[in-house]
């Protein structure tokens, strides 16, 4: 009897963690309905491949997820947030065009395909910190590679194509520019020269040159490449990972410093640079020229009200890039405000989850990894999402997740899986290790 | 007509992405709630709880180590200061009272009980806990440290 019972006490908590564990799972299901319903019956004849479209993003996100949480992977409502993402990124593409819509939800499965791989070898190999050297190394020949076969597409020269397949060598890099700073701070000013015979001195300030060496070509490789987006996301994360874990208070502050004559050099040689500061602080001077983006983009978001004019009944397509760059103001046109503020709030949480992994790990290396990887995801929304509403100057990156472009897609899924994979370590190791 | 609909539509379709996060931020509160943040007081002496059962056995949340910084209930309840959600245990099932330096155990009237070293302790009656102490409630068992 006290056996039975047990079992069925048992089987009652473990009902109720399930269901509430389906519960956002089932609302991600009623806004693909919704929406999808939106763009079916917009016009007629009705457009029943709209049905198709949702059916078959669901099913995906829906397997992914169900495996997530039955193969335990840890922290489970990563891939929920990232799901509600890509779910209204999809929708909106497919609003925007129908056959890059096609082309996203490939990408998606490439993308998830590729979440699980890096789950796995993630765990499979222990000690990530040790390939310090390959980390430098194989950016700079991707940096050279792009520079040799590379194409420009939309002013930027940071596209490789094989075999038909277009892909930004930047992406990955940023991500291998992470690992760099993780095995760097792993033991701090450590990392170089250990066996040489320099003094402790010397050797602490020539890995501080080699750091600062390292970003700075970083840097340098991307303005050859006319990345401007990419470039302030990378200084950016440098300068947090810095302020977080170095102890060395002068160092931090001549980093700081040195950023101001890099943005006045930037401003004063680079013709892109100044016409984005001059459009960001008035676009109206040239509206039908070089402020004509960033004024679609303002008319777009101003003209969606609190829950826009619905989906597939605005004028999305008037603003320029709007499936890759521009495509939160296409979200506020459409969706409304109210949805684009959801969409930064989805960010929000989506940061906070991976912060408080990065607080529960015990691993100096994976701590700044984790870190490393949410600052990309967070402020590369910054950086994007204050362009397109005319907060900064605007950059050409995209909407980590939600935009129309299969490197950035491919490369947010390894971020989610790298951050997927240490959660698991972290909730084996710390005991977490529930239903 | 049309247009109505299509108002509630587009509400709707807004306040379930609001209703989709408002479930995830609940869910994370839950995860937070049931963790012990008196992880600090770990070092400064005061007398704990260590867990005895294997975690993996239970199906619900328990820290590894609660800190007995303060008199402390322990229940099902998410008021009680010490919050395990094993449905052997009561809403409110027992008290940890510090006096003197001492600590004691109460009963609060439970369903099921709390067992010292096997032995069931009386409802509503005090009783002094010694140094490694075996305390059994609900599904979890306790070993009692007393620190210093």
Known sequence: MNLFLQKGSRWGVFMFRKIAYYIPLCMIVFVNIIGYAFLAFKEEPYNTQAFLMCFIVLAMLCISYIVIIKKRFG?????????????????MIYRLNSGLAVKQIVWMLVGIVVFFTCYYSYLKIDKWHKYAVLYMAVPILLYILTLVFGTTINGAKNWIIIAGFSFQPSEI???????????????????????????????????????????????????????WGTIALLLLVYLFVLYIFSEDNKF?????????????????????????????????????????????????????????????????????????????????????????VAVVLLYMILCYRAFKIALNIKSRFEKI??????????MQTFIIIGGVIKLIPLTGITLPFVSYG??????????????????????????ENYG | MVEVILLIAKVFFASVIYLFIFSIIRLIYLDIKSMNVSKVNLDKGFPTLRLKTKRGLLPFKVEDIYVLSKSMTIGRQDKNDIVIKDSFISGIHAQFILENGEVYLRDLGSKNGV??????????????????????????????????
């Open chain 1, 75 to 91: 922290e489970s409502y990563l891939f929920l947030i990232v799901s509600m993402l890509l779910s209204i990124g999809i929708m």
């Open chain 2, 115 to 148: 067992f010292v070293n096997e032995k069931k302790l009386e409802s509503n009656n005090k009783s002094l806990l010694k140094d490694s102490d075996i305390i059994k409630i609900g599904q979890v068992e306790f070993i009692f440290t007393k620190g210093e």
């Open chain 1, 252 to 340: 931090l502050i001549l980093n700081c410093a040195l950023l101001l004559p890099t943005a006045l050099i930037g401003y004063k040689f680079f013709y892109h640079v100044r016409v984005r500061v001059e459009i960001w602080i008035d676009p109206w001077q040239d509206v039908l020229g070089k402020g004509y983006q960033i004024a679609q983009s303002l008319f777009g978001i101003g003209s969606g009200g609190f829950f826009g004019t619905g989906l597939g009944m605005g004028k999305p397509y008037m603003i320029p890039f709007a499936s890759t760059d521009f495509i939160f103001s296409a979200i506020c046109e459409e969706m409304g405000t109210m949805t684009g």
């Open chain 1, 369 to 378: 990894v984790v870190l490393g990887l949410t600052l990309l995801i967070g």
């Open chain 1, 173 to 227: 890099n940023k991500i291998l520019y992470v690992f760099f700073l993780g095995s760097y701070f792993k033991n701090q000013d450590k990392l170089f020269f250990q066996k040489s015979n320099f003094s402790e001195k010397n050797k602490i300030l020539i890995n501080k040159a080699l750091l600062m060496f390292i970003t700075y070509l970083n840097a340098g490789f991307l303005v050859l490449q006319r990345d």
């Open chain 1, 406 to 431: 299969g490197s950035s897609l491919v490369s947010s899924f390894i971020i989610l899986g790298i951050l997927q994979a240490i959660s698991k370590r972290d909730f084996s190791s710390g005991g």
